[in-house]
């Protein structure tokens, strides 16, 4: 790990990261206002800012084979991570983390759909693992009720209230039969030998 390379990586990770900077301060701005480049505020973007920072550093930590280069990813990783958290736990407005408020979700529509059943019996070896899983009987109709909602969410801090996407949930799922389970004394063959 030479000086030189290390200097070139931190100067590079310095330039993508007030690159993400201004591109994020400046995007909505009106044509008439001014363009600028000041410390970000925003827990997202002071967060994306550390990913891309370490992000652009590990490229170089990879190409000239840094050994500290794996704790450079995983300080990278952790950041990413982080990103993203903020991104969806933040408020929408005033931009705070730790104000959401998760309420009732707002009830789209109901509808009912078949789920197609077969009894089945499932074989269990020894250890607990799976030998087979077998069907039998008639297969009967059962109708379960599908709703479609959008999750609704509030700012305690500036009470901004705001929604999320719009998915299904279905409300039968965990009355589905379940398959009867018999356990047997035969041993799995992929089982490692202890001798
Ligand atoms: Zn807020």
Redesign the pocket.
Known sequence: MGWQNLGEGILASIIATLITNFIFQNRKKKSKEKIKLKLPKDPFLISLSFAVFFGILSLFGFYYGWEKFAYIIVIDFLFIAITIWIKNNQ??????IF?KITHDPEILKEEKRPYRHKDSTVTLYSDGSVKNKKHHGKERIIMETIRTQRNRYS??????QWKGDVHERNLNKHERPKPNIRRTNIRNPDEPELY
């Open positions: 408020c929408p407005k005033c931009k705070k104000k700012c305690s801090d500036c009470l901004y």
